[in-house]
């Protein structure tokens, strides 16, 4: 289990499967022991802002990246979205939609929410495992961060 | 400019000849057919952009240019609803913290520090674009 205060990739995602695949393929990365897995948006927003059973955690050790599902238990990934960017001490940490909505509606949504990027999840396994690879080394090497 | 007949997929705004030469190249080699739009300086982008009312998948933009700086073009796109919503990407030179700041505060999608070798730099170049035009939806 990653140390709270060494997550570098917070993955919000309820379906134990995508989570599964999700970090087996951000194992080919070395990028596993960075993950922290969160599931639904009330444990996410919890996570980030240093709240309820993550309030021991500092707020201001943020991860290089947020992957976040649309479709969540509680609250759902476009509050979780609006309430990061709208905050000064979390709005600058990058956050991708990693859903597989492929709605107009939730693209132009999310971006007008200020998302830094949206990916809709490919269907086939070994595209999904591609993808997800592909992710974890642009946002954990190439994306520089304010922070 | 120059001008494209179809809608490009990238707007390049860049003023260095060899690193938008190299940029081209590096865009050619990843076989993904990208149709590049290249402007050489802050405010071509802009007419490009605002007055010609093109809408380009994603944006790469470098930070120090003739005329107006890449600061002040994001700015401007992000305050005008037909631009707002494009991905832009800083490529630049620059690491420093005021402008990684600044472009985070004006809503940059990411920033990108240009590789100073050649090699890293022809990589790079392309993962931007398989990540940009190939995994990532932009907004319609």
Not at chain 1, 23 to 50: C, H, M, P, T, Y
Not at chain 2, 20 to 43: M, Y
Not at chain 2, 102 to 119: A, I, M, R, T
């Amino acid at each position: 289990m990653t140390r709270l205060e060494d997550v570098e990739i917070l993955l919000v995602e309820d379906n134990p499967n995508d989570v599964e695949l999700t970090i087996r393929a951000l194992q080919k990365q070395n990028l596993a022991s960075k993950v922290f897995v969160v599931r639904d948006g009330a444990e996410a927003l919890d996570f980030i802002f240093a709240t309820g059973t993550y309030a021991a955690r500092n707020i201001e050790n943020r991860p290089k990246v947020i992957l976040l599902d649309l479709k969540l238990p509680k609250v759902d990934g476009i509050e979780v979205l609006r309430r990061i960017k709208a905050d000064d001490r979390t709005k600058h940490t990058p956050v991708v939609m990693l859903t597989s909505s492929q709605e107009e509606r939730d693209v132009m949504d999310t971006y007008s929410l200020g998302v830094n990027s949206y990916i809709v999840k490919p269907v086939d396994f070994s595209n999904f495992v591609h993808a997800v690879s592909e992710l974890g080394i642009y946002w954990g090497f190439l994306n520089k961060l304010p922070y | 400019m120059e001008k494209e007949q179809q809608q490009a997929d990238i707007l390049l705004v860049e003023d260095n000849p060899n690193d938008a030469e190299l940029t081209q190249r590096a865009l050619r080699k990843t076989d993904i057919g990208v149709h590049l739009a290249l402007a050489r300086d802050g405010a071509e982008a802009l007419e490009y952009l605002l007055g010609g009312q093109h809408k380009p998948r994603v944006i790469f933009l470098d930070l120090k240019l003739p005329k107006i700086d890449g600061i002040e073009v994001l700015r401007r796109v992000r305050a005008d609803d037909r631009t707002r919503s494009i991905p832009v990407v800083v490529l630049t030179s620059s690491q420093e913290e005021r402008d990684i700041t600044e472009c985070y505060k004006l809503g940059v999608n990411s920033y990108v520090v240009k590789p100073v070798e050649f090699e890293k730099f022809y990589k790079a170049v392309g993962d931007l674009a398989i990540y940009w035009l190939i995994l990532n939806k932009s907004p319609l």
